[in-house]
């Protein structure tokens, strides 16, 4: 038995499990679809964690009213850029209708 995995897990039921879970992991991880999954998911946890200690940062070195304003401002674009994004999908689907009958 392997001595790594040996001085974390006591029995060998969670021996067994482990190794269980890496094979289902490494099966899934093979799949391109699971893999760009796990990634996507990786880098939304990235950015929010890196997000976290800038504001923190951003808390200790700067005037409350000017974190404050810029949150605000940083929210407000992201709400627009949001709007944005949807009416130009809405614009491309309408464009594509062959009759002003399926609009309505």
Known sequence: MNMKIRK??????????WKMCTKALKKYLND????????VMLTSISNAGF???F?????KLYPKEDV???????????L???????????IGF?????????LR
């Open 51 to 53: 997000g976290f200690i």
């Open 68 to 78: 404050g304003i810029a949150t605000a401002l940083i929210s407000s674009m992201a």
């Open 8 to 17: 974390y897990f006591h029995t060998k039921k969670e021996i067994k499990g």
């Open 55 to 59: 504001w923190m940062l951003a808390a």
């Open 80 to 90: 627009l850029c949001c709007f944005v994004w949807n009416n130009i999908h809405m």
């Open 94 to 102: 309408y464009s594509s209708m062959k009759r002003k009958e399926d």
């Open 32 to 39: 391109p679809l699971y893999k760009n999954s796990f990634f």
